[in-house]
């Protein structure tokens, strides 16, 4: 019923910046917050950022002063601007949108941070 589709990924040096973008489809009404998550080889997938219909933002600890989650005027695109990146962002980066009564889950895309 609701769609994600990732875009953004790639490679980036240490310290460098990139933007993530999830673009929702379908019944997009049925979303009240979206979110991003990563997960690194070897690693269990972990929260990176929310942001509720409201705009409330909340941020995992270890990227607090460096990631940037937003979303568009309609509500339909998230966004994950990442600055000052280091090596172990890397990961692949998941899109999450919390819906009633399911929550629905991107692709993923590869972020990797290397020099």
């Known amino acids: 019923q609701v769609q994600l589709v990732e875009s953004g990924g790639g490679l980036v040096q240490p310290g460098g910046s990139l933007r993530l973008s999830c673009a929702a489809s379908g019944s997009i009404f049925l979303i009240y917050a979206m979110g991003w998550y990563r997960q690194a080889p070897g690693k269990q997938r972990e929260l990176v950022a929310t942001?509720?219909?409201?705009?409330?933002?909340n941020y995992a600890d270890s990227v607090k002063g460096r990631f940037t989650i937003s979303r568009d005027n309609a509500g339909n695109t998230v966004y994950l601007q990442m600055s000052g990146l280091k090596p172990e962002d890397t990961a692949v980066y998941y899109c999450?949108?919390?819906?009633?009564?399911?929550?629905?889950w991107g692709k993923g895309t590869q972020v990797t941070v290397s020099s």
């Open positions: 999450n949108a919390y819906g009633t009564p399911f929550d629905y």
């Open positions: 942001i509720t219909n409201g705009g409330r933002r």
